[in-house]
């Protein structure tokens, strides 16, 4: 039933774009140490942090809208629930599929929660 609804759909989507948006960050990280390394000088304290800096912003601000978009979605899908029970489940799913989709829409969901936590007590202080 879970499976086929909206939120679980796009959850999963939006989740692999967490986890691409996550891959990239670390692996332009690892290759700006790595250029450092090959040229044998000290990494300076601009440059290539300050793009990551940025980048990190904006993935913060799509996390908040999307996790906007899957309470919509939600709501939805509590409207639908009737033609949700009723629809049979994909079977033939491998055990590792599944635990892969299940882990996107729980990175879907923890990922926005997780900033929203990290930046309110930055709003309320101010």
């Known amino acids: 039933m879970f499976r086929n609804s909206l939120t679980f759909k796009f ?33 300076p304290d601009y440059g290539l942090s ?24 939600f709501i939805i899908d509590c409207f639908n629930i009737k033609k949700l029970i009723s629809s049979s489940p994909k079977n033939g799913l491998s055990l590792l599929r599944q635990s892969f989709d299940y882990l996107l829409f729980s990175i879907s969901i923890f990922v926005p929660i997780g900033y929203i936590c990290a930046i309110l007590p930055n709003i309320i202080n101010k």
């Open 11 to 43: 959850g999963k989507t939006i989740g692999f774009f967490y986890l691409i948006c996550a891959i990239a960050g670390i692996f332009t990280i690892a290759l700006e140490k790595v250029y450092y390394f090959i040229k044998q000088t000290v990494t």
């Open 50 to 73: 300050f793009v990551i800096i940025i980048f990190l912003n904006a993935f913060v601000i799509f996390a908040v809208n999307f996790f906007v978009v899957e309470i919509i979605l």
